[in-house]
């Protein structure tokens, strides 16, 4: 158990529809940072933020949007839902302040399943 | 280009045998950061072991050794004495200081299968 945590596991929704993925992190930790993994896209970095400030962001599409919490948690909102948003997302979170080094190992949450039907 | 090549897609190896993972990299940096996880089938992320760019020795995790050859930029692991519940996806990954982002960059993956 990598000690993050992201609910809901599975999720189902209908196009055009918003949900909104919940992720807490490791005790202690600061830097959270999301992903999207598709078998046609791999793992993709999507945004980080570390103590409630966005600190790097990937190939995140407009339609989504992120924040975090003052107690550190995290959550993903995703709207005007796509066939092609159906993915698993992963929530991860890491000590630093997502630089180099040991204290910047991301520990992954066990991901959200979302199905767009 | 891809920043992180992994050119073995599915690798099987026999139970308690080695086994190397292939993973070479691409960057102008001279500081960053290589890791490995494992993906099994039931979906999770799993770090594995981590190697930064400045560290002279090469990372050993228990039964998992990178082999970092920085020259060549590569990155492979090792895994000893493979166990059935090695099966699983492997994913080569990197942060590079570039602009001072840091932004991961993951591999594709290669599967692997250990047979009895």
């Known amino acids: 158990d990598s000690g993050v945590t992201q609910t809901p596991k599975h999720l189902i929704t209908a196009t055009g529809q918003r949900v909104t993925l919940r992720c807490s992190p490791r005790s202690g930790d600061l830097s959270v940072?999301?992903?999207q993994q598709?078998?046609?896209q791999g793992l993709q970095f999507l945004i980080q933020y570390y103590n409630g400030e966005e600190r790097a962001k990937g190939n995140i599409l407009e339609r989504f949007s992120a924040?975090?919490?003052p107690d550190l948690h995290s959550e993903l909102n995703l709207s005007s839902l796509e066939l092609g948003d159906s993915a698993l997302y992963f929530c991860a979170s890491s000590a630093g302040t997502g630089g180099l080094g040991a204290k910047n190992i991301q520990y992954f949450g066990a991901g959200t399943r979302l199905s767009v039907l | 280009?891809?920043?992180i090549t992994q050119t073995q897609p599915g690798m099987f190896v026999q139970e308690k045998e080695a086994v190397t993972l292939?993973?070479?990299y691409d960057t102008s940096d001279q500081s960053y950061?290589?890791?490995w996880y494992k993906q099994p089938?039931?979906?999770e992320m799993i770090f594995l072991i981590y190697q930064g760019s400045y560290d002279e020795q090469n990372a050993t995790e228990g039964r998992y050794s990178l082999n970092f050859q920085?020259?060549?930029k590569s990155a492979n692991l090792v895994i000893s004495a493979s166990q059935l519940g090695d099966s699983a996806m492997y994913f080569c990954a990197m942060r590079e200081g570039a602009g001072g982002s840091y932004i991961p960059t993951f591999g594709r993956g290669t599967s692997l299968i250990v047979h009895p």
């Open chain 2, 22 to 24: 292939d993973c070479t």
């Open chain 1, 67 to 69: 924040q975090q919490f």
């Open chain 2, 33 to 35: 950061g290589l890791f």
């Open chain 1, 38 to 40: 598709s078998l046609d």
């Open chain 1, 33 to 35: 940072y999301w992903y």
């Open chain 2, 1 to 3: 280009a891809q920043k």
């Open chain 2, 70 to 72: 920085k020259a060549r």
């Open chain 2, 41 to 43: 089938s039931s979906g």
